[in-house]
T-cell receptor
Framework: AQKITQTQPGMFVQEKEAVTLDCTYDTSDPSYGLFWYKQPSSGEMIFLIYQGSYDQQNATEGRYSLNFQKARKSANLVISASQLGDSAMYFCAMREDSNYQLIWGAGTKLIIKP | DAGITQSPRHKVTETGTPVTLRCHQTENHRYMYWYRQDPGHGLRLIHYSYGVKDTDKGEVSDGYSVSRSKTEDFLLTLESATSSQTSVYFC????????????FGEGSRLTVL
């Protein structure tokens, strides 16, 4: 069964607009963590933000924030004031604390238009 | 940046030949991982290591073996490469605990003809 679902294969967004990238997950483990990574066209994987299942507040890192809705099992990434350099693939991933493995979604390709 | 280097970065080989990819880290990190990345699949874990000579299988380990004789080096071997192993391979380091993000190498693109 798919544990991480990213329903948007690709998105076009106008520069300076906010963008939300969707991620839903499936787990029965009460303790888990959710990660977002960015992969530019150069290929490297860049860690963006982390949310723990017991964290009371939504995680934020600069222009990145995570809209964590535990009951809905969603962990959407919000990028405020998008920039051309935000064009990249974005991956959502989950680690259940009972398991070492990081499970990845298929990714969303984000293109920022000038 | 985490000191992780992969070699070779690009390799073209023929079906049936052995291939070894090397991951070298300068962070003295206990945990190391090998992933493959294919379109439509995100990243999938091949093998991981939690110490020298301590390794375990991931979700797509068939056809791959690993070795870790030193903390800094984690080798991925394809004993007899197949076309289905054409992929981009990433090495990563990081703790599996809560909040432990992974840091990745630059990736190694392998083409099996």
């Amino acid at each position: 069964a798919q544990k991480i679902t990213q329903t948007q294969p690709g998105m076009f967004v106008q520069e300076k607009e906010a963008v939300t990238l969707d991620c839903t997950y499936d787990t029965s483990d009460p303790s888990y963590g959710l990660f977002w990574y960015k992969q530019p066209s150069s290929g490297e994987m860049i860690f963006l933000i982390y949310q723990g299942s017991y964290d009371q507040q939504n995680a934020t890192e600069g222009r990145y924030s995570l809209n964590f809705q535990k009951a809905r099992k969603s962990a959407n990434l919000v990028i405020s004031a998008s920039q051309l350099g935000d064009s990249a693939m974005y991956f959502c991933a989950m680690r259940e604390d009972s398991n070492y493995q990081l499970i990845w979604g298929a990714g969303t390709k984000l293109i920022i238009k000038p | 940046d985490a000191g992780i280097t992969q070699s070779p970065r690009h390799k073209v080989t023929e079906t049936g030949t052995p291939v070894t990819l090397r991951c070298h880290q300068t962070e003295n990190h206990r945990y190391m991982y090998w992933y493959r990345q294919d379109p439509g699949h995100g990243l999938r874990l091949i093998h991981y290591s939690y110490g020298v000579k301590d390794t375990d299988k991931g979700e797509v380990s068939d056809g791959y073996s690993v070795s870790r004789s030193k903390t800094e080096d984690f080798l991925l071997t394809l004993e007899s490469a197949t076309s289905s192993q054409t992929s981009v391979y990433f090495c990563a380091i990081g703790s599996p605990g809560r909040g432990g993000e992974l840091f990745f190498g630059e990736g190694s693109r392998l083409t099996v003809l």
